[in-house]
């Protein structure tokens, strides 16, 4: 049987503070860049109640050029608590960035400084910004001025293996003035291969006062308390493990505050929510909802005889109703006994 040690349980029962702000929940849903929209994150919201969720990230300086706050920063204001994530390299963009953030219900300002894709790294922002310690201690000292709700930081172990620089890092953010810091554990260089080096997360958390999030391979109940118990991380962030599956971050949270594991929901009802999930993509943003569910529909469709054909043809649709008669069909052969076969775990790369 899964258990936390006491000394663990009693430290995670306690509701995570960030700066003023009280959270009762030590699971994370992760910034997902094309997943993390308003749609998904409220299936993952009615699963983890109070765990706080994260948007997709927005570029800061494009910002001054819109004429109207975008989509993907848009706030149910009953799905908070809920951080809106930027982008960028320049201090005072980014400060404006914040300001519209909170305006719009943002109750952190989280600023990406992991992310390893070139075009966004070239600029000077993501990732890159670990090798601009000053520059991004600067952001980070100028949202603070901004703002006045918590500021955060994500970011990698370091560029490649051999500048594994967080240690540092994180100290200079804590001095900046951040109130937490979610470390993925992985550098720049291995992108999204390999294993998340949480040993270099628990290294962060001995040396910081602020709270340290654990993010890397966290894709069930099992590897989330191994992860906290190896780390003494303040919490933990799912990321690939929620793709097609908005119910991990709810059985985690279950699982820390209960020490009880949920029953997986079935492939069926894995199915049902995927077309509940197309369907409110459908609605909230129209055609460009259907080709964004393709790949949302592909995720959820795994583990039974038949469901890489399914994936395949889930792939093409054009409409809602192309989508529900494939995912009918296959509810319907899975409630008549239809095979079900191993997982495999799904690998993703941005
Ligand atoms: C499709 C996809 C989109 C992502 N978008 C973002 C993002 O917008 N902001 C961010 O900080 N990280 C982003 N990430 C990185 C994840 O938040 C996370 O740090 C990484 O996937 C490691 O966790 P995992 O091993 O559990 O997946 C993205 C990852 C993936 C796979």
């Known amino acids: 049987m899964l258990q936390l040690t006491p000394h663990l349980k009693a430290r995670l029962a306690t509701p995570l503070k960030i700066g003023a702000l009280e959270i009762n929940s030590r699971v994370l849903q992760s910034p997902l860049s094309g997943v993390t929209d308003l749609v998904f994150r409220r299936l993952v919201r009615r699963y983890a109640p109070e765990s706080m969720l994260y948007t997709e990230m927005v570029h800061a300086s494009r910002l001054q050029h819109l004429k109207e706050i975008p989509i993907i920063?848009?706030?149910?204001?009953?799905?908070?608590?809920?951080?809106?994530?930027?982008?960028?390299?320049?201090?005072?963009?980014?400060?404006?960035?914040?300001q519209k953030a909170v305006a719009e219900g943002a109750d952190t300002v989280d600023i990406n400084m992991?992310?390893?894709?070139?075009?966004?790294?070239?600029?000077?922002?993501?990732?890159?910004?670990?090798?601009?310690?000053?520059?991004?201690?600067?952001?980070?000292?100028?949202?603070?001025?901004?703002?006045?709700?918590?500021?955060?930081?994500?970011?990698?172990?370091?560029?490649?293996?051999?500048?594994?620089?967080?240690?540092?890092?994180?100290?200079?953010?804590?001095?900046?003035?951040?109130?937490?810091?979610?470390?993925?554990?992985?550098?720049?260089?291995?992108?999204?291969?390999?294993?998340a080096r949480w040993e270099w997360i628990g290294k962060v958390k001995r040396v910081l006062d602020i709270p340290v999030i654990a993010n890397g391979d966290i894709f069930s109940v099992e590897s989330a308390a191994r992860c906290l118990e190896e780390t003494g991380a303040d919490g933990v962030m799912c990321s690939r493990g929620t793709l097609g599956y908005p119910f991990l971050v709810g059985e985690i949270d279950y699982f820390l505050k209960t020490g009880e594991i949920l029953a997986a929901p079935t492939l069926i009802q894995r199915l049902e929510c995927a077309k509940e999930h197309l369907e409110a993509l459908y609605e909230y943003k129209g055609e460009r909802g259907i080709y964004q569910?393709?790949?949302?529909?592909?995720?959820?469709?795994?583990?039974?005889?038949?469901?890489?054909?399914?994936?395949?043809?889930?792939?093409?649709?054009?409409?809602?109703k192309q989508g529900v008669e494939l995912l009918d069909k296959a509810i319907d052969k899975l409630a008549t006994g239809y095979e079900v076969i191993e997982e495999k775990e799904v690998v993703m790369s941005q």
């Open 114 to 195: 992991g992310c390893p894709v070139n075009k966004i790294t070239r600029k000077g922002g993501g990732s890159s910004l670990l090798r601009q310690p000053e520059v991004a201690e600067e952001i980070v000292r100028e949202i603070v001025k901004a703002v006045d709700v918590p500021v955060t930081v994500k970011t990698r172990i370091g560029w490649d293996d051999a500048e594994i620089t967080i240690l540092d890092f994180a100290l200079r953010m804590q001095d900046a003035g951040a109130q937490m810091i979610t470390i993925h554990g992985r550098t720049r260089a291995q992108g999204y291969t390999g294993n």
């Open 73 to 98: 920063m848009e706030i149910d204001p009953n799905e908070r608590p809920v951080s809106i994530q930027l982008f960028d390299c320049r201090p005072h963009f980014l400060a404006e960035a914040a």
């Open 293 to 320: 569910a393709r790949k949302h529909m592909a995720w959820y469709a795994k583990g039974f005889v038949g469901a890489s054909d399914l994936r395949g043809e889930l792939n093409k649709i054009e409409t809602v």
